[in-house]
């Protein structure tokens, strides 16, 4: 089935917007493919959601490395990038890029347009990428030593960008990160 | 064939061609972006009438010679009717995110016969979709509630032969419902008994109205009306009424009521011999011998007719009878 896009864009004037009862203009980037991308070049969007992360208290089960760890990235609070695919991606997919890249944060240089590359279609909303937010951050706290058994925190969203990502689908059909 | 929508653009007048499903379009006269909205419609898939009537009467035939039905239901069985319908249907499919944290509990016994309970942590990510299906109109006395099949070709061409009931109920209450759904498969699927810790995100991605085919067969037997249905996509009974024999419900009381009892008194027995001398094994015995008497005495009381499919006063099956014996077992584990 055609997927449709959630978001619209003015080739005109280069303005993304999207409507859900009004129109709403959205800031977004687009990324620069590296000069050795080869195949068919196309941008996959991603919602960069910038948020606080306050952890009042948790509780983890054997969980002394995670202490260790902790300790010297200097405490469970503050600002963080989280990247959530808004593409109609399978689960394992989101979830392997949603970790990669909140964990380590893609760095390119940007571009005006799109020119001729396709868009993939985004189908996660503005406000669902905020409560996918909260998911990510709690599957990283989750994801370190030890078995997580309470988690008492307030994750607060300060502001969402559109960041497109250049991939490169290769013989195979296979989307290859084309940075 | 695409379907293209003529429309007529507001600033130069020059005619403007759509293809069905896009809302944003350049003016090939003026260049101005433009954006048609309409209503928020729901996408419609209707599922080809694959099944003729020969099969759907030879399938409920077939039908009849399984499943403890009346012996000579082949042969005094008569087809009245079968006819074709649409069935309209919510199909949605809705994506859990979240993490459910706890413990489970497992109970140790030494040879002292001491108890030691020991706490194991779990933590487990749900990212799952789940795809949920429910009739969109009310089904009647036709024991079908949801879509098990969602596979075959689409086509709308038998719209204008086949009667189709209109869908009465509403997107929002189905996304509402496969939201519950999908939550409570979550839930069940972490296998978390004690949770201390729970976070889970629940998003509808797609929802989707399908049209069904299937033939209603109404049939006869000992001048009883009986009624079955039978997918048109797949040629399958989908649910249906039929009589039971009363040789199988005499039998089932018969052979219960002796097994039970062999097994109740066997294990009485059994457990007052001097080198058993257990009184638990008579416990389990008598529990043993009471489910089966209870098996038997379902299948006595409702035996006269068979039913298959999603009715709301449907009987229990075997795996429904299984599951209430359990329980009944575990309840009684527990008051000992």
Known sequence: ?179 | MDISVGLNCPTCGGAISLPEGETTISCQYCGSALFVEGDQGVTTIAFKNKALKDAAVASTQHWWTHGLKARDLKKVGKINEAYPIYLPFWKTTTRVAGWICGYEERRHTDQKGNVRVEKIPKEVMVLQDYVFSEIACDPGDLGIRTLKNMVGETSFADFDMIPTFEATTSKDAAVTKAKGDALAKARASAHVPHVTFEKLHVFAKALTMIYYPIWVVRYSYRDRMYMDTVDGVTGQVMSGRAPGDPLFQALAVTFGAAGGGLVAAGSIIYAGASYANDVRIAGVGLVVGAVILFLAYRFFRHGSERVQGEFKEKHAGVGDLLKQAQQVSKTLEGLR
């Open chain 1, 1 to 179: 089935m055609k997927q449709k896009d959630k978001l619209f864009y003015c080739a005109q004037c280069g303005t993304m917007h999207v409507r859900n009862g009004g129109v709403e203009k959205l800031d977004y980037e687009i990324a620069e493919f590296s000069p050795n991308a080869q195949g068919e070049k196309v941008f996959m969007p991603f919602w960069r959601v910038y948020a606080s992360l306050i952890v009042r208290s948790k509780n983890v089960e054997g969980g002394t490395l995670f202490k260790i760890a902790n300790f010297l990235k200097g405490g469970d609070s503050g600002n963080m990038f989280i990247y959530i695919p808004a593409a109609d991606l399978n689960t394992g997919d989101f979830r392997r890029m949603a970790v990669q890249f909140t964990s380590s944060p893609p760095r390119y240089s940007t571009r005006l347009k799109f020119g001729n590359e396709v868009r993939i279609p985004a189908a996660i909303s503005k406000q669902e990428a905020a409560e996918l937010a909260d998911f990510v951050v709690v599957t990283m706290e989750a994801e370190q030593p030890g078995v997580l058994q309470r988690l008492d925190y307030t994750l607060t969203v300060n502001d969402t960008k559109l960041v497109y990502l250049p991939y490169v689908r290769n013989a195979q059909g296979q989307l290859m990160p084309g940075l």
